[in-house]
């Protein structure tokens, strides 16, 4: 009891210490959504969170396979790509729909570690000039 006492009063004080701190300043800006569909790297970082939402949304954890994970990381790419380009959001709205699809499987796949960002990035520049 003499714990959960000290435990509890801890964590209080850290609240109340705390809370000078995160009054000053400005308010707090609103998180826009655009910005994670600026850039490709910003795709990139959004995908596992996305993936692990999903997950315990689902109620999936450690019993589910590591292919099964990647392929749902995969389709959470393609998600992702296909609803920028129908929002008109970041560099995915002057995209053509099969510039779309492939930026989300380069983007699921440079997520899930397959392949890095900046050689996905090199492949779309050297097909994009071509094209």
């Given at each position: 009891m003499k714990y959960l006492f000290l435990k509890s009063f801890f964590f209080l004080a850290i609240c109340f210490l705390s809370a000078p701190l995160l009054a000053q300043g400005e308010t707090l800006e609103v998180l826009e959504v655009d910005s994670f569909f600026q850039t490709f790297a910003g795709l990139v970082a959004t995908i596992p969170f996305l993936t692990e939402f999903f997950k315990k949304l689902l109620g999936k954890t450690e019993s589910s396979p590591?292919?099964?994970?990647?392929?749902?990381?995969?389709?959470?790419?393609?998600?992702?790509?296909?609803?920028?380009?129908?929002?008109?959001?970041?560099?995915?709205?002057?995209?053509?729909?099969?510039?779309?699809?492939?930026?989300g499987l380069g983007a699921a796949l440079a997520a899930n570690g397959v392949a890095d960002t900046k050689i996905i990035v090199k492949i779309f520049k050297l097909f994009k000039k071509s094209a």
């Open positions: 590591n292919l099964a994970v990647q392929i749902f990381s995969w389709v959470v790419g393609l998600f992702l790509a296909i609803m920028g380009k129908l929002l008109g959001l970041g560099y995915l709205a002057e995209l053509s729909w099969l510039w779309v699809i492939v930026y």
